[in-house]
Each structure stands twice: as C-alpha cells, then as structure tokens.
C-alpha cells in the first residue's frame, strides 16, 4: 500500500447528504460520531462543504428533486470521491421502490463504492461498512 | 544567505513549525475528545490530513471568481504566519537577537494569514464565503486593537524595549510579566486575543461549520486547503509561543528547563482548548462588543497600573 493511499485512507472526511429520508438513518449516523462509537479515532471527521469531503455518505430513498441536487453535489465533489449509500432506502429503494416520485436507488444515479443496508443500520453495521470499504 | 534561507525552511522556519504544530493540534483534538468522554484521533492524525489534502485530492478552482487570487492567497498565509514564526522563535531559542522593533513586524506579521484569508474568500465568488469573509473583517478589527494594548503595556512594563529578545532578558533577570496584577491582566487579554486570531470556538464565526458551512474556506479542497491547514497548525504554536516569550518569561534551553518551557506552550493550548470546548459561538455583534468594550477596558486598566507600577 502506496503512502497515498495510505494517508487518504486513514483520513476520511465525510460529508452526508441526506434525501427524502425518514430521519432514522441520520440519528444513526450522527451515534457514529458521538462519544460511545467516536468514529474520530480513525480520523474520520464530518466535515460541512463538499469541497473537503472524501466520502459522500446518502441515505433516504432518491425522489426526482432530490436526483438533480445529488448529481450537482457529486460533480462538485473533488476526486477521488467514495460514495456510501446506508440505509434500506439508499440501498434499494426499500419502502418507496414502488412511489411514483421515486427516482432509483442511489446506484442508478451516481456510482457507489458500498452499500450499508438496515433500516436504520446499526452504528456497528455502518462501522463495519467503513472498514471494509477501508480495506478494499 | 543560506543561514537565513535555513531559518526560514528548517529550524525555526517552515518544517519545525509545520511540524510541532501538527502535534499540537493533534493534542487540540485528543483532549476535546476527552473533554467529550471520546477517545480522539491516533497521533499522526494531523498529518494523515495534511498530506491526503496535499497528494491525494483534486484542486477545484471557482468558475465564478478569480483563480490566481483564489489560489495564490493560501500561500501567502502560510508565508506570513511561516514568517512570523521565525521571527518569534529565533530570538526565544536564543539563536539570533532578531532586529531593533521586531515585536511590531511580528504584530504585522500576524495579521497576514487572516487578509490572505478574507482575500482568498471573496476571489472564490462564493456567497457564503463572502459572508465569511465580512465576518473575519469585523473580527479582526476588533480585536486588532485590543492586541496592540496588549503589546503596549509589555513595552511599558520592560521599559520602552520593543525587542523580543530584551523582552525576554529583562523577564530572566527579575521575574516573569504574569507574576504581577498587570501581568495577569494582560495574560487573560491576550488569551481571548489569540482564541479569536486562531478562530476557535467563541469567536469561530467566519467559519461557522454549522451555519455557513465552512465559510471562508467552503472553496477551498485538495492542495489549496492543506496549505490553509499547515497555517492553522503553525498559528497553534507560534501564538502560545509569542505569549510565553513576552509573558511568561520565554524559553531555558537548559537541562530539565526545557521540559518546563515545553509544558508552558502545552499548557496554553490547553486553555485555549477548554475554553473552546465550554462554550457557544457568539454572534459577530457580541464579540465586537466584547472586544471594543470589555476586553479594551481591561487592557487599559492594566496600562494605568502599569503606570503606577504593579
């Protein structure tokens, strides 16, 4: 392993990009970052433009609004870029693959690097998503 | 030539600041991570970030916006504060006496990073980074002022002596400034003077994650963002250090002493840590009232005792 690869792999900025979601994914999300999961301790950061994130986390199910806002956001984005869709919803379309406003699961819109499934994940299943995507 | 090109690349220059200041802001995290019962990043943290941004990442430049000015000002905030540096710390390792005034080039010199900053920001074309950049301009002139109190009452306290070098020979010949009420005075000043030049947490307004994501910076990736980076590490450790040098006697390179000038540094990162971990951010119209009023009242409260000499 390159030393490249290796700083960009210990140091994962995240930005989160939340869809038409229920909010259950989010407050799974923001476990990770606080004190009993502390995802900081592999140096990974939330951090508040797309400009300095390394990882795009997506979760909620894509409506049409949402596909046009989340192809604008992964175009602003500075590669190399990782692409994490969590939660049923981002995975599959889960519940809402049938709407009629739904507009794909996030792998129909933008390339994924990995799927974390649940409704809502665990914090242990999205940190166990985080090492094997890690680890690749 | 090559000796002074020597400090300014490696010792005190670029490198050893770069690199101490990575450490401290690495001690920044560990212990607002156990402030918040966490267990904080590994110790080479900081550097992981410093070279992902600067090998890994792709520089997006603003279509709307100038690019030279854009990318042109993070270099010269890391020359500024790099600059400053060198003239804080040659004369506190005792290398050189530094220059007749070097403590207002060096009062000059700080401002450098934060202009490089706001310049940087409205070259981005951005609207939340011009809000940013408004805010820092409020910022800095209010407590530009209160900084310059600071740096009068120490010339007055060492008796008309605009050196840092005599600044801190006159402080090992007798006591320390901060043993004295006008002293500590100062020293509480100067600290909320540093905690808004560095931007942390009460006075963190021009770059409010939450609420303007980011703002003077929310261009800014990839190379551009590791130099503003490296600048915000060395500004961690050469504002403590300037305070240590003309307030708390400056460093003794000698045996055991050196462990005791290394624990004053970490000992004001470590205040300046815990006051950033216990409080709000304020908005711009407080912190401007907080500097104009309160904090230039008790600068100048202590310029009247130090008239009376206590």
Redesign the interface.
């Known amino acids: 392993m390159g030393f490249k690869s290796y700083c960009f792999k210990k140091s994962l900025w995240v930005f989160h990009f939340g869809g038409a979601s229920c909010n259950n994914c989010d407050i799974e999300i923001l476990d990770c970052l606080t004190p009993r999961h502390d995802l900081e301790r592999f140096g990974i950061l939330l951090v508040g433009s797309i400009r300095h994130a390394d990882v795009l986390l997506v979760n909620g199910s894509i409506n049409h609004h949402d596909r046009e806002r989340l192809i604008e956001i992964y175009n602003q984005a500075p590669k190399p870029i990782l692409v994490v869709a969590i939660g049923a919803c981002g995975c599959t379309g889960g519940l809402f693959a049938e709407s009629i406003t739904f507009a794909g699961p996030v792998d129909k819109v933008i390339p994924v690097d990995a799927y974390i499934p649940g409704c809502p994940p665990k914090p242990e299943a999205i940190i166990a998503g985080i090492v094997k995507l890690v680890n690749k | 030539m090559a000796a002074d090109l020597f400090y300014f690349l490696v010792f005190p220059g670029l490198l050893f600041v770069g690199i101490t200041g990575g450490f401290l802001s690495w001690f920044d995290?560990k212990v607002t991570?156990r402030v918040?019962?966490?267990?904080?990043?590994?110790v080479?943290?900081p550097?992981?970030?410093f070279?992902?941004l600067l090998?890994?990442?792709?520089?997006?430049l603003p279509k709307h916006g100038s690019p030279v000015t854009f990318l042109l000002a993070p270099v010269f905030s890391v020359f500024g504060a790099t600059m400053a540096g060198v003239f804080i710390l040659l004369p506190l390792f005792n290398i050189t006496t530094g220059f007749r005034g070097d403590l207002i080039v060096v009062f000059y010199l700080l401002t450098i990073p934060s202009f490089s900053y706001i310049i940087g920001a409205l070259a981005s074309g951005n609207p939340l980074a011009a809000v940013g950049g408004s805010r820092e301009v409020k910022l800095i002139l209010s407590y530009e002022l209160t900084f310059l109190l600071v740096i009068t009452g120490i010339i007055m306290k060492c008796g008309q002596q605009f050196e840092i070098d005599s600044i801190i020979k006159v402080q090992q010949a007798s006591s320390p400034f901060i043993g004295s009420v006008s002293g500590v005075l100062l020293f509480v000043v100067a600290i909320f003077c540093i905690q808004a030049k560095l931007a942390l947490v009460p006075f963190d307004m021009p770059e409010a994650?939450?609420e303007i994501?980011?703002g003077i910076?929310?261009?800014?990736?990839?190379t551009a963002?590791a130099f503003i980076k490296l600048t915000k590490y060395i500004m961690l450790f050469i504002l403590p250090s300037l305070i240590v040098a003309v307030l708390l006697g400056g460093f003794r390179l000698d045996g055991i002493n050196i462990l005791w000038s290394m624990l004053k540094v970490l000992g004001i990162v470590l205040l300046l840590t815990l006051i950033r971990n216990t409080n709000p951010r304020i908005r711009i119209k407080q912190a401007v009232r907080f500097f104009i009023i309160w904090m230039n009242l008790i600068a100048v409260i202590a310029l009247v005792l130090i008239t009376f000499g206590y």
């Open positions: 995290r991570a918040q019962f966490r267990k904080g990043p590994p080479l943290q550097f992981y970030d070279f992902k090998l890994v990442k792709e520089t997006i994650e939450t994501t980011e910076f929310i261009e800014y990736s990839g963002y």
